[in-house]
């Protein structure tokens, strides 16, 4: 395959790009000088165009390696002498003023292997994994997308592709950076301070599904418990918001979770551990923990998870772990109430009845109830933010079923409800508050009447 398309200098202003050709190691070489041209030529614009002329390496299936001397380019011009060679990918041109050959580092090398990467140890040592993997992911892509264009005849393709895969050899796969970070994780001589930044990597990485549950399979689980359990509250932090994480949408580790006890001790740290900071991530565990998996629901229930929540509760002034728990409450309610009037196929869904049958086992509604939760929700109320009252709302809704007797004697909750939508119609109706704001407030108002419905 020849590409041979030469054109005329600086008749045009128009600017060609070529698909490029990356080199990695400069094994392979054209001879810039070699009559037989496998060169592809552009026109330059550069300079105000004409004189000089600008090509693209790519590589000639006949070049003899071994025979040329290799230039390895920078980003600046330099001058080729006559036998000398430059890796494909490079830009080279004819300087017509001169007469002589210029070459510099292609455009995608430029953006890719600056001329510190050339060293594989700098590769490793100076690039982080995560920017190497990009680059790669990228030179794939544009490699793939050269092949198809691209005479399958094409041996220095094939052999850049080699190098491809060597080059992976050199990027620590995400099971490869778990595993070094478990070991330093577990070294007892780890500080604080490095065992919170590991902690950390891990959370980013556990965001993966199959991440999460490998994590599991090499021990993590359980060092990430032991720093729940720890007495610094800072690694309790951290670690629970890696577990937290790894809960988050994943069957596999939440069933793990609680095989190893992860409940309760979350529920330990709750109640015991001072700083607010760490009740939010450890809420946050909770939470995933207890998402779709009504198993667990009913152990937080009879582990006295809810007194917890209103010990909790009760002792939030500024309402951000409220919310949170409110929230909580909310989505497990109408995870439930979901599944009861989701109206499913059973034959399409094989796992439906006995989902049903779990979810049945789970008495929240009269736990609710029965711990004073009527009573509690309203509080949220209280506060001044929108959001925080808005969540207060549609649990207030959810659990109305449970609650309608207790809210028609609360006092607080009646006038609040009142108070609030005076507040929200006039918000609402004002033309100074306008768009978005205005359609959120609606919806508050909307939530406050189908609750004081209810109430009626
Ligand atoms: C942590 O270290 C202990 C021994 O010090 C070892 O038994 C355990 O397997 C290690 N755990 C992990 C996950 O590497
Ligand atoms: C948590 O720590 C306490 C004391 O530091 C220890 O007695 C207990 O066994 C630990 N629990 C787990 C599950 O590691």
Redesign the pocket.
Known sequence: MRLGSSRATGASPSCLTLSVLLLLHCRHVASTLGQKSALTVVENTEGGGGGVEEEEVTVDNDDEEGDLEVVHPTEEWQTLRPGQAVPAGSHVRLNLQTGQREVRLGEEQLKYWTQEHWEEEEIQSSVSPEELKQAMKKIKEDLNTASKDTDQQYRPLEELKRDMAQLDLLVETDVQIMKRLLEQLNSSSSTTEQKMSILLELEYLVHQVDNAQTLCSMGGLQLI??GL?S?DFRLQESSAFVLGSALSSNPVVQVKAVER?ALQ?LLTVLATTQPVRVKKKVLFAVASLLRHFPYAQRHFLSHGGLQVLSELFREDGGGVLRTRIVTMLYDMISEKELIFHAGLDPGLDASYEERLRQYAQVSLQGELLEKGWCNLVPQLLESTEHDYREKALRALLAMAPTCLEQYRSDSFLLDSLFSLRDQYQEMVQSEMILGEENYYFAEIVELIDALQVKIK
């Open positions: 418990l032991q359990n007495s006890g001790m």
